[in-house]
């Protein structure tokens, strides 16, 4: 499997990278070769086989469905970029008037 | 104080002879002294150390201890530690005072124990060489010019240099036995679920696994009492009961059958780790072990499976750092795509990077059945290898890594050649089993590793296997020159 230059670029923007144009030569190569190297798999005839999601094969646990958080706004926004009243401050997203 | 075990310094302080606080100090300076040439810590907690001390010390007055209270401890820098610094080896995180304490951290807390500081790391725990860390790579104690490995690689160094008695790691792939081989101490990975995971910054959820270091299996045993157990708080954990794993440290190994795996002993191995292997096998027949070959024919296709799922799951855990709640943020975003984009690429190191864009493509519309999908399939083909191994054997024996040391900056430039040397560990977190890590012998002035690989939930028979190797051997009391 060998990525091009464009495929890198898509997966960064679905990653949410931002990729200087001398890094995009770097990551195709060095992808290119983990996706050949990985591709190994396909010596195993994995047909009949169940995917192993769990290394216990337990399922998920469940608890009384209660309320177990307590309030720590004020604690997790001391350590946030940018807050104000209590709202996590980011760029404008939706356009509104003025 | 320096070469003391654990058993040692608990029966010291309840019986006087030594404080916490002296205790503590001692540390402290050692890694004033010393940690300048090995980089192993990355914040050290003097302040809260000695007063973690001085409340031990009252403890203990009071008759009021516990078996571990007083005992310093190190811990990874992956841990949430309330008020301080948890950074994960990265500079997404630099600026990170955690706002509560990881479940393990409580734990120790709450047993008595005195924290150190937090230990240096490969960033988010991706590394096998130490070397992905924004402060720097750390310094193996054996040879300041090789790699401690990795990730947990300050950890490692730290306990070897004798900076700290036990620290914690965590290993996802290898990164408690493959740093503990390479520093010549013990370490040991429970069973996937035995440690809580709260608080532990998510790397691979589902290979994930806390766990220690120290200089014994005994060490050990002590320790994880405290650690293991079961927590509301960890949708992962297992609600089984912890036995005392001391209790069995001593029990015989006569008629022990121990399973050694064809696929550990080819010709990549190093001769010397071979020879060694050799050598410790006679010393476990001695005791009354015997020997039997097993296969775990899938081991080649752990690693291109690991680094399917590894970066698949890394690459959803990460997606959470986006400069908005905590963490790195970038100067000026002129809008939210550019606030998240830069504040990612500026927050992440190249290896990380790599990780989640393989993830982010493995996950992506189209090739999720052939790469995702397909490394689940794989994984429990490894883990049928071992569960068929296990009819046969009590404990599969190998050695840890294919070779020793390698020196800083040898495989920085090619991922494959760093990856390839967790080739024995990797399928191990696969079928999320426990394993261990102890020092059976040296290569050129390099610590050698040996690996017991258990059932599910052996924890006690491991400590109990490396505890009487331990007995008839000194390789786990050597220390490194100038430590």
Redesign the interface.
């Known amino acids: 499997m060998s990525l091009t230059a464009g495929d890198v670029k898509k997966i960064a923007h679905l990653a949410r990278l931002n990729l200087l144009e001398n890094d995009v030569t770097l990551y195709t190569q060095q992808l290119s070769t983990i996706l050949n190297f990985v591709e190994q798999m396909n010596q195993a005839d994995t047909a009949e086989i169940e995917p192993f999601f769990n290394p216990l094969d337990l399922g998920q646990r469940l608890r009384p469905d209660v309320v177990t958080e307590q309030n720590q706004r004020d604690a997790f926004q001391a350590i946030a970029p940018q807050v104000e009243a209590g709202l996590y401050l980011v760029p404008q997203v939706i356009e509104g008037e003025e | 104080m320096l070469n003391k075990s654990i058993a040692e310094l608990s029966h010291s302080l309840q019986a006087k002879k030594i404080s916490s606080h002296e205790l503590t100090q001692f540390f402290l300076e050692r890694i004033k002294k010393l940690d300048p040439q090995l980089n192993s810590f990355i914040t050290v907690t003097e302040q809260q150390a000695l007063d973690a001390a001085k409340k031990a010390d009252a403890q203990l007055a009071q008759g009021k201890a516990g078996p571990l209270t007083g005992i310093p401890i190190a811990q990874k820098d992956i841990f949430c530690t309330l008020g301080v610094k948890t950074s994960c080896g990265s500079k997404m995180l630099d600026?990170?005072?955690s706002?509560y304490d990881a479940t393990v951290i409580k734990r120790f807390n709450e047993a008595g124990m005195v924290m150190l500081g937090k230990t240096n790391m490969d960033e988010f725990a991706m590394g096998s060489s130490n070397e992905n860390s924004y402060y720097g790579s750390v310094k193996n104690p054996w040879n300041v010019e090789y790699v401690p490995g990795g990730s947990s690689g300050g950890s490692a160094a730290a306990v070897a240099a004798s900076l700290a008695p036990v620290a914690t790691g965590t290993d996802t792939g290898g990164s408690i036995r493959q740093p503990a081989a390479l520093c010549g101490i013990s370490g040991i990975k429970p069973t996937?679920?035995r440690i809580s995971r709260y608080g532990m910054i998510a790397f691979a959820s589902?290979?994930d696994q806390g766990g220690l270091f120290a200089k014994s299996a005994e060490d050990l045993a002590w320790v994880l009492n405290t650690m293991a157990g079961f927590d509301?708080n960890d949708?992962?954990s297992?609600?089984i009961a912890v036995p005392d794993y001391t209790n069995t440290l001593n029990d015989s190994l006569k008629g022990l059958r121990i399973g050694l795996p064809k696929e550990f002993f080819s010709d990549a191995l190093d001769k010397d780790i071979g020879n060694a292997i050799q050598t410790a096998i006679k010393v476990y027949e001695k005791l009354g072990a015997t020997f039997h070959e097993i296969n775990l024919p899938?081991t080649?296709?752990s690693i291109?499976?690991y680094?399917?799922i590894a970066p698949a799951e890394c690459?959803s855990n990460l997606?959470r750092f986006?400069?908005?709640?905590?963490?790195h943020?970038c100067e000026d975003?002129?809008?939210?795509?550019?606030?998240?984009?830069?504040s990612?690429?500026e927050g992440?190191g190249k290896e990380v990077?790599?990780r989640?864009?393989?993830g982010?493509?493995a996950l992506?519309a189209g090739y999720y059945d052939a790469?995702y999908?397909?490394?689940?399939?794989?994984?429990?083909?490894v883990?049928d290898d071992f569960r068929k191994a296990f009819k046969s054997v009590d404990v599969i024996l190998g050695p840890t890594t294919p070779s020793p040391a390698f020196k800083l900056g040898e495989k920085t430039s090619d991922?494959?050649s760093m990856?390839l040397s967790d080739i024995y560990t990797i399928a191990v977190n696969?079928?999320?089993?426990p394993g261990m890590s102890i020092p059976a012998g040296f290569t050129k002035g390099l610590p050698i590793g040996m690996q017991l690989i258990g059932n599910?939930f052996a924890e006690a028979r491991l400590l109990n296997v490396a505890h009487a190797y331990q007995k008839e051997t000194d390789w786990h009391t050597k220390t490194p020159e100038g430590f």
Do not use: C, H, W
């Not at chain 2, 689940?376 to 083909?381: A, E, G, N, S």
């Open positions: 600026n990170f005072i706002p996937y679920g589902s290979l509301e949708s992962t297992a609600n899938n080649s296709l291109p499976a680094y399917v690459s997606a986006d400069g908005v709640r905590y963490g943020r975003p002129k809008d939210l795509e550019d606030l998240y984009k830069r990612r690429s992440f990077t790599r989640i864009m393989i982010t493509y992506s790469y999908i397909k490394a689940q399939k794989i994984r429990r083909l883990a991922p494959i990856y696969l079928a999320g089993l599910a």
